[in-house]
């Protein structure tokens, strides 16, 4: 018997009917309200317009009040079958989206009442800080714990509900505005803390721009960057107990009270179960991986160690050589020793990943400038003569940390690979510190050969699949900071063995180009493929009409019928429905777990808990995905195998992450387009060179 739990508490409504009060003027302390979703005696009584305003339940002169049921009716009614059907009555009760925000704000109001710092848009949720029990080490920030509450409607149950969420832990600075701002550009100032009250920096009250020495910013990047201190390692720990403890005690201390029970009459059962009936699970051969020679395993480091790749690259006549700095030559040496086999801990390339392993005596390029070795590192390739029929792979050794706040050093390891990728050559990046102060670096030396062996086109493990005729096009998005706009990659896979031969870019508005580009592979695959049955589409949001639009069309003028699936894949972030497995310890569902959370919505959970004692503490814990799964002929979408076989695709895709052995939780259908999103932008006219459109060189 499964026991899996929500972060969701349900409610029913306090009153049967309420007053709320508009007008048609707008005012700061106001919410403002789009004109589909007030009641019709509001437009009668104002006359047409965009927006209008409401005080919610202050009683307010010359607002004009409407009593209205929380509950609309419901009228029986034939549809255009002919069949009977429930519709709900015109404006015989308050719209949905009112009543949300009307207990947002009635929750916003009680935290604020009692004190509290809260953010200040409520529209969508009311997200509440607390001081933290956390110790603060280096004594420079205050510590606050971030609480989310949103209200819903009959998002998994049929009442109304409160989801609970911990948004982690805010650091502030006890140092002011007034004392920061000498090192720290105004720009970098977001969000900050003024006499208990949050605020967007530049939304700052006068008095707060009257008493800079009283205003503490809250930590972010680009305040780190200014100050440059160091980044901190990420928190790899459980996240899944500490969410379920965060919300557990912010519930006993702050919700299953009767004060706030009055407000928003929460059940007193607590966060709910998850029904049986909702709970799925991937087919149990989902997790198998091909390695050498046919064989499989679920685990891809002990594949690999067993059996060996997969296959190999297309070609044995392949040389390494090394970029490095002057003072980084030991680097070189190191690393050169772990690929060749000589250095403990790694067995070399030749063994782990069946790739010859040569470097040609003197081709090595060293630089001496190392704050700005750009231009010397520019003229050593462009003068090197590079062999046609050789498949060269560099191995740059950064002086820099990937982390290194400064941007332009972060720059030329960009410039790099781009300059690299015109001449028809792959890199891996080694981060030169890392080489030298970790004595365990040889840790990492699986995950840089399966990216090199992939580099090279070869295949570290494959899908254990039978091959069906359909073409896997995946979508990712990257927002870069630095540029401040949104690029989104695609992948286009063949096959649904997770094998990919073509990558290109383009901006957030490229939609047409977008289409274009998915249409193109389309034709190219039904030239080879005249049965394809069928257009897998992953796509990192949900697609709008817009984007399927010039898709659909184009299949039409293809002369293809064929269904086009679209798979909305988001990465859950904290601030959304998790679920717990409270009869293991750790919480973490089992991988290959399925939960329905609506129309064709689910919750997958996608990690390396296969059962409770195989467990590796080092996988990670992540949180799920969450797809939505929509088709352009709706009745495919309602055969509960098809939709099962979609799920098991993105599930299978992201055992396909070949930069490293560990699992992924997104697959790499987002992951992969992602990743070459965020390098672009760098590129010279944002354009990928040629060879890299059909080459894993961003790993």
């Not at 339940?57 to 009716?73: D, H, L, M, Q, R």
């Not at 690259?313 to 970029?323: L, R, V």
């Not at 772990?338 to 010859?356: A, C, D, M, N, V």
């Not at 010397?376 to 002086?399: G, L, M, N, R, V």
Request: net charge negative; glycine share 6%.
């Amino acid at each position: 018997m499964q026991n899996h739990c929500f972060n969701i508490l349900t409610f029913n409504h306090p009153q049967e009917e309420l007053t709320l009060y508009f007008t048609n003027v707008e005012n700061e302390t106001l919410t403002r309200v789009y004109h589909s979703l007030v009641p019709d005696e509001v437009i009668e009584k104002f006359g047409e317009q965009e927006h209008y305003y409401t005080s919610y339940t202050k009683e307010i002169e010359g607002f004009y009040p409407v009593t209205k049921a929380v509950n609309p009716s419901y009228e029986t009614k034939e549809d255009e079958n002919g069949e009977e059907r429930s519709f709900r009555v015109h404006n015989s009760g308050l719209s949905v989206s009112l009543l949300k925000r009307y207990y947002n704000s009635q929750i916003h109001d009680y935290f604020t009442g009692k004190g509290f710092l809260v953010k200040p848009n409520f529209i969508s949720d009311t997200e509440i800080w607390l001081p933290s029990k956390k110790y603060d080490k280096t004594k420079q920030f205050n510590l606050f714990d971030r609480y989310s509450l949103k209200v819903q409607f009959k998002t998994v149950t049929k009442q109304m509900e409160l989801l609970v969420t911990f948004e982690g832990t805010s650091k502030v600075y006890k140092q002011s505005v007034d004392e920061l701002q000498e090192s720290v550009s105004p720009m970098a100032f977001n969000w900050v803390i003024f006499e208990n009250g949050l605020y967007k920096f530049d939304e700052l009250p006068s008095a707060g721009k009257r008493a800079y020495d009283q205003v503490f910013p809250v930590w972010n990047f680009d305040i780190r960057d200014a100050l440059g201190e160091t980044t901190e390692a990420p928190d790899k720990s459980n996240k899944y107990i500490k969410f379920k403890t965060a919300i557990d005690f912010f519930y006993s201390t702050y919700l299953n009270t009767e004060e706030f029970k009055k407000l928003i009459p929460i059940n007193s059962n607590g966060f709910i179960t998850v029904e049986e009936i909702k709970i799925g699970r991937v087919k149990s051969n989902s997790n198998q991986l091909l390695f050498g020679e046919g064989n499989t395993d679920i685990v891809p480091i002990n594949g690999m160690k067993e059996y060996g790749p997969f296959d190999f690259s297309d070609t044995s006549n392949i040389h390494f050589f090394f970029i490095y700095h002057k003072e980084d030559v030991e680097v070189a040496k190191k690393m050169d020793r772990f690929f060749r086999g000589t250095e403990r801990g790694f067995g070399g390339l030749s063994k782990f990943i069946h790739t010859p392993y040569h470097t040609e005596k003197g081709f090595s390029i060293m630089f001496e400038d190392r704050e700005n070795p750009w231009s010397e590192i520019y003229t050593k390739i462009t003068e090197k003569h590079f062999e046609p029929d050789i498949q060269y792979i560099a191995i740059y050794i950064s002086p820099f940390s990937k982390n290194s706040p400064d941007k332009s050093r972060r720059k030329i390891y960009y410039r790099l690979k781009e300059l690299l990728l015109k001449k028809g050559i792959s890199s891996q990046v080694i981060d030169a510190e890392k080489v030298m102060s970790n004595d365990k670096y040889y840790f990492s030396l699986p995950n840089i050969a399966i990216a090199i062996l992939a580099k090279l086109n070869g295949i570290p493990w494959r899908l254990d699949n039978t091959l069906k005729k359909e073409l896997v096009v995946g979508v990712g998005a990257f927002k870069n900071p630095d540029f401040d706009v949104q690029y989104i990659g695609s992948a286009f896979s063949f096959s649904n063995n997770g094998r990919f031969n073509r990558f290109e870019c383009f901006q957030q508005d490229q939609t047409r180009e977008l289409a274009g580009s998915i249409i193109k592979s389309v034709k190219d695959y039904a030239a080879l493929n005249p049965d394809i049955k069928r257009l897998v589409i992953h796509f990192y949001k949900t697609m709008s009409q817009d984007e399927l639009q010039p898709i659909e069309d184009g299949l039409k003028r293809l002369g293809l019928g064929i269904p086009v699936f679209i798979v909305s894949i988001n990465k859950t972030e904290s601030s959304d429905i998790v679920a717990f497995d409270l009869g293991w310890k750790d919480l973490m569902p089992l991988s290959g777990t399925y939960i329905n959370i609506g129309y064709n919505k689910f919750l997958l959970f996608n990690n390396t808990r296969y059962s409770n004692n195989q467990f590796n503490f080092y996988d990670g814990f992540p949180f799920p995905i969450k797809l939505k799964i929509y088709c352009t002929q709706k009745e495919l979408v309602d055969d509960i195998k098809t939709v099962r076989e979609l799920i098991d695709q993105v599930y299978q895709f992201s055992r396909m992450y070949w930069k490293s052995v560990r699992q992924q939780n997104l697959p790499v259908t987002i992951k992969y387009p992602e990743m070459v999103a965020e390098m672009l932008p760098h590129f010279d006219g944002n354009e990928i060179p040629e060879f890299g459109k059909d080459n894993l060189w961003f790993l």
